[in-house]
């Protein structure tokens, strides 16, 4: 697989821009897990285009990862928010987008608030999950508002891999 992604700063300097595509150098089809999803205003779950999980690396404290896929909540949750999944055939190639409100601080779906970055990143890598494309796939649940698709929690837990990229400084802000 190929990975390519740029980040900068917004015209406003409100806000980091990630995009990124990623391309299927295999032979395989896979599915790609960069559907992000929160919990909707009133019930239920809803999609969100432009959210990435944001946390220390904790090999490195310079370096803070934007992860799109399945990264267990730090804390207990009653309901476990999952990706969904687009499928990427072989020689295929899959464009994203995402965007992280400054200051930066880790960020995760399931977690009630945002919490400051243990230390002041100076590089960021991004991390995109991905299933085998014979992982099967079912409705993303009690989504509102759209349609989606994910693996069965089993699989999506075992059989989950990420592609990383190579670390990128964080632009000025």
């Known amino acids: 697989m190929n990975l390519t992604w740029t980040l900068k700063t917004s015209p406003l300097r409100e806000k980091l821009v990630i995009d990124y595509r990623l391309t299927n150098t295999g032979p395989s089809r896979i599915h790609v897990l960069d559907v ?22 904790s090999k490195d404290p310079r370096r803070v990862l934007f992860t799109r896929g399945h990264v267990p909540p730090s ?4 309901f476990e928010l999952v990706p969904g999944a687009r499928t990427l055939e072989p020689g295929a190639t899959l464009e994203g987008h995402a965007e992280v409100p400054l200051p930066l601080r880790a960020w995760h779906p399931n977690e009630d608030e945002e919490l400051p970055l243990a230390s002041t990143p ?14 099967p796939l079912r409705p993303l ?9 994910t693996p069965q929690r089993p699989e999506l837990v075992t059989a989950q891999r990420f592609i990383r990229s190579e670390p990128q400084p964080l632009p000025a802000r």
């Open 36 to 57: 992000m999803t929160v919990f909707g205003a009133t019930d239920g779950v809803e999609l969100a285009p432009a959210a990435i999980i944001v946390r220390a690396d």
């Open 75 to 78: 804390s207990d949750v009653s």
């Open 122 to 135: 100076e590089e960021a890598v991004l991390e995109i999950g991905f299933v085998p494309g014979d992982v």
């Open 141 to 149: 649940p009690a989504l509102v508002g759209g349609s989606a698709q």
